[in-house]
């Protein structure tokens, strides 16, 4: 199973998925480079992601989960079909809408993740619940930055 992450909170996915599925064999891929996608074109968003997909793929990856809410709304549409699902973490925010009976249901994001704009047009398409409130707050804590020490 692969993970797709624009930073280094895509361990805390890789972390979730290892407790439900712990057979499974992970592959996690941090973009640092390019984070925050929110900051760049969705064009360059899209290409980025499209060859980290590829790169995935090639590593053997049997499912992809695309960690990055910016990624989902600039990439995850123009990816063709093909032997490898992808998953995008807008999903749970339908699931949401469905299992509220038709209450409201909030979306939080970490500042500077996703474009507001382009993710609140994405939330008012889903179906189900009566309102979607969406807010945005500060990481609650930074992410270490961890190094490969060679011995």
């Known amino acids: 199973m692969g993970i797709l992450a624009e930073d280094g909170h895509g361990i805390a996915v890789a972390r979730a998925l290892q407790r439900l599925l ?35 793929r090639a ?14 709304l600039d990439a995850f549409a123009s990816q063709p079909a093909g ?15 469905a299992a509220c009976g038709g209450g409201a249901v909030a979306a ?14 994405a939330l008012r398409r889903q179906r189900g619940a009566s309102a979607i409130h969406l807010g945005s707050g500060r990481s609650p804590t930074p992410m270490p930055s961890q190094r490969a020490s060679r011995r």
């Not at 712990?22 to 060859?51: I, S, T």
């Not at 939080?108 to 047009?121: A, D, L, N, S, Y």
């Open 83 to 97: 032997p490898v699902a992808l998953v995008g973490l807008e999903a749970p925010i339908a699931q949401a809408g």
């Open 22 to 56: 712990p057979r499974e064999d992970l592959l996690l891929l941090c973009d640092d480079a390019y984070a925050p996608y929110a900051r760049r074109r969705p064009a360059v968003v899209a290409a980025r992601v499209a060859g980290l997909l590829a790169e995935l």
């Open 108 to 121: 939080v994001v970490v500042e500077g993740g996703v474009r507001p704009r382009t993710f609140g047009q």
């Open 59 to 72: 590593d053997g990856a049997k499912i992809i989960v695309i960690a990055s809410p910016q990624a989902v």
